[in-house]
């Protein structure tokens, strides 16, 4: 199949890539690496059946060869990026959302859009399912990505309904790995660079809030099944099992065999309590969980740091 990846040169749209490749298909990467970075695909130089179109998807964008897939990853989606950017966050899920769905139409492709677990926001359901509709603070630091994610998800389903564009909508949950952006400001990276160049560990607030992190090959492999199967309404992906900051900053330090020390900063406005995955969904329409554990992902991950920070 010939398939777009929107993001394609960002974190997990590099590991999308990575696998479509392998598994014989002809991708199109569109990235205009605001966030991503052309290194994450320099292991596909020469590769004949990847094409990388620089572009912004904001933008409208017209490929002449008959695409079937679609993978909707572009955003900026770290907490530290997308406040940075926030109109080019709001702009990429609404105008680039919109641009994408066209071509799916235009196509008559398949459309996957990468949501997230953000719109859930400070759930008060907990562990989240796919029917809860969220706590989100439209105009809090998280808004702009929430609420992108939010509209897109809202798009996608408008399209679905009034053109019978053929959707998929995934919420992704934290997910980690080779690959993501040492300074993105997201705890894996801060955390395991800290353990690494001997700076003491900066939790947040007091460290009891709790996350549910997810391997990127995991993550991976759960979209292809997405993509595959029938099912047109939002499926949360992601690594149900659950841990509080300080405790995860204690496994890196284990980890990494560092003995830094660990400081409180202030906890960030609207910072989510609490987030983890009820995947039930997934798994009772296609066989999958997620197979990489804590341990063996933070040391894969921690072992690719070490090459980079070296
Ligand atoms: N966090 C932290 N120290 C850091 C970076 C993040 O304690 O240096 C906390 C942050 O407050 C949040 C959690 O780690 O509770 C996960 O943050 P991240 O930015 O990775 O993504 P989020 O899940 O909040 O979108």
């Not at 796919?130 to 706590?135: A, D, I, K, L, V």
């Not at 204690?250 to 609207?270: A, V």
């Not at 995947?279 to 804590?294: D, N, R, T």
Request: proline share 6%; with cysteine.
């Amino acid at each position: 199949m010939r398939i777009v990846i929107t993001g394609g040169a960002g974190f997990i749209g590099s590991h999308l890539t990575d696998r479509l490749l392998q598994d014989g298909h002809q991708v199109v990467v569109i990235d205009n690496f605001v966030t991503g970075s052309r290194s994450n695909l320099q292991q596909h130089s020469g590769n004949p059946n990847l094409f990388i179109v620089e572009h912004n998807i904001t933008k409208p964008i017209f490929l002449a060869e008959k695409i079937d897939r679609i993978f909707h990853l572009a955003s900026p989606a770290s907490p530290i990026d997308y406040q940075k950017l926030p109109i080019q966050t709001l702009k990429v899920g609404a105008l680039g959302t919109h641009n994408l769905l066209g071509m799916a139409k235009a196509h008559k492709a398949r459309i996957l859009l990468a949501s997230t677990s953000e719109v859930y926001g400070d759930p008060e359901m907990h562990p989240q399912k796919e029917t809860y509709w969220g706590n989100v603070n439209p105009v809090g630091p998280r808004g702009c990505y929430d609420e992108s994610k939010r509209f897109a998800e809202a798009l996608m389903v408008a399209y679905r309904d009034y053109h019978q564009v053929d959707v998929r909508i995934i919420r992704i949950f934290n997910t980690y790995g080779p690959r993501m952006r040492l300074n993105d400001g997201r705890v894996v990276p801060a955390f395991i660079s800290q353990a690494l160049k001997g700076e003491p560990i900066t939790i947040f607030g007091n460290g009891s809030q709790t996350r549910s992190f997810c391997f990127v090959s995991d993550l991976v492999d759960g979209m292809i099944k997405v993509m595959a199967c029938e099912y047109k309404d939002p499926i949360n992906l992601g690594n149900p099992s659950e841990i509080s900051i300080r405790q995860f900053a204690e496994e890196i330090l284990k980890l990494s065999g560092s003995k830094n020390s660990l400081i409180e900063r202030p906890l960030p406005k609207d910072d989510p309590r609490r987030r983890r995955p009820d995947i039930s969904l997934a798994c009772s329409l296609f066989p999958w969980e997620p197979k990489i554990g804590l341990a063996e992902g933070l040391k894969k991950t921690i072992d690719w740091a070490r090459g980079v920070i070296a």
